[in-house]
Structures are given as structure tokens and as C-alpha cells.
């Protein structure tokens, strides 16, 4: 209990922190940094500086959200060249690196990389659709494409369009709708981001058996 309380607390600081700078003139760089590192090992989402700063000045919301865009498909590329390149010994175990992502990095397992292979056999852009534009971890999916050798064209065209839709959904609403959107966006918007990516996919699976 007390590890968890001690780890609870942890992400609760630092949680803190990244909301800190959004009243800061650093909070733009932030933002593009805090993007790029969440998508390889960063625990806290871009989305909190986002929504942050895009209320501060809301006439700047899809600059801000192009922003984070750009961060996070480029922390991307990283993560992928990581499970590409490193993430794996040439007899097929995991790197002392990768290790350290299993051993200090929150909701990364190797349980869970394991049954992410599957997944992408089975659905490959879908599952990185969805990592993008829901709270599932991203950074997961980015690594795990690179180690399982995903097409790297087809990463990036589902990365670009998945990161890009969130942001710049998040971005129109708060540029829509100003503060009162906030409240609903922390309560609903991931549970909403990932029924709308369960529809979506299962249209298409609808329309596939079909045809």
C-alpha cells in the first residue's frame, strides 16, 4: 500500500510540475518537449499543458495543438527507432535498455508487450490508431512497432492522423466552447476518444465482411 501511495504521490508531483508551466513563457517549448518524450517513456500526457495553455489564449489553440502534434509523432520516430534498432539482443531477448523501461517506467510490462504483437499481426494501422487518439499508452505501441518491424510508412500515416485528431480536437473545443469545455474534456473526452475509435473500427470491420 504504501509503495503504490508512495508511487500515487510521485505522478501527482510531477503532474504538478508539467501543469506548472503553462504559466510560464516556456510553456510553448514545453509543450513540444513534453509531447516528444511522452511518446518513448514520458508517464504524464501532453494534453494537461495543452488544455492549460489553450485557455490561457484560446485564439491560439490549433497553434498549440499543431504543436503538440509535431512533438509527439516526432518522439514517435524516436520510440520506434528504439524498438528497432536497441530494444532487442541478436538472440532475440531484451536489452539491458529495455529492462529499464520494464523496471521504471509506469504501465510499461512485458506482459503487455507481449500481447501487443498480436494485435498488431491482426490490425496493424487500427492498433496504432488507437494507441494514438485514445489514453491507451502511446509510447507502448511506438516501441513495440519498432521491435515487432511495423511498416514504418504505414506508423507514421496512423501516428500523424490519430496524434494530429486528438490535439486538434481537444485544441476546437476549448477554441469553441472557452473554459466551460474544460470540466468535460477532464471527465469524458478519453472515454469518449475511445468508444469513437471502437465504432470506427468496428464499422470498417462491418463493412469488410460485407463486401
Not at 528497432?84 to 510490462?109: C, E, K, R, Y
Request: charged letters at 10%.
Amino acid at each position: 500500500f504504501f509503495k503504490y501511495f508512495s508511487r500515487m504521490k510521485w505522478i501527482q508531483q510531477l503532474y504538478n510540475w508539467v501543469l506548472g508551466w503553462a504559466e510560464t513563457k516556456y510553456g510553448t517549448t514545453v509543450l513540444f518537449f513534453l509531447a516528444f518524450v511522452e511518446s518513448i517513456f514520458f508517464p504524464i500526457p501532453p494534453d494537461i499543458l495543452l488544455i492549460a495553455l489553450a485557455l490561457g489564449a484560446s485564439h491560439k489553440a490549433f497553434r498549440y495543438a499543431l504543436i503538440c502534434t509535431l512533438g509527439s509523432v516526432s518522439g514517435a520516430v524516436i520510440g520506434y527507432a528504439i524498438g528497432h534498432m536497441i530494444w532487442l539482443t541478436p538472440g532475440g531477448d531484451f536489452s539491458p535498455f529495455a529492462n529499464v523501461f520494464f523496471n521504471n517506467i509506469p504501465g510499461f510490462t512485458v506482459q503487455l508487450y507481449e500481447s501487443i504483437k498480436q494485435l498488431f499481426i491482426q490490425y496493424d494501422f487500427w492498433v496504432i490508431f488507437t494507441a494514438g487518439f485514445t489514453p491507451i499508452p502511446y509510447k507502448v505501441f511506438t516501441i513495440s512497432a519498432g521491435a515487432f518491424d511495423i511498416n514504418f510508412m504505414m506508423f507514421m500515416l496512423a501516428s500523424i492522423i490519430s496524434r494530429g485528431a486528438r490535439f486538434f480536437l481537444i485544441g476546437w473545443l476549448i477554441w469553441k466552447f472557452g473554459p466551460t469545455i474544460k470540466t468535460f474534456i477532464d471527465k469524458y473526452f478519453n472515454i469518449l476518444a475511445l468508444a469513437f475509435t471502437v465504432f470506427l473500427i468496428g464499422g470498417f470491420v462491418l463493412i469488410k465482411y460485407a463486401v
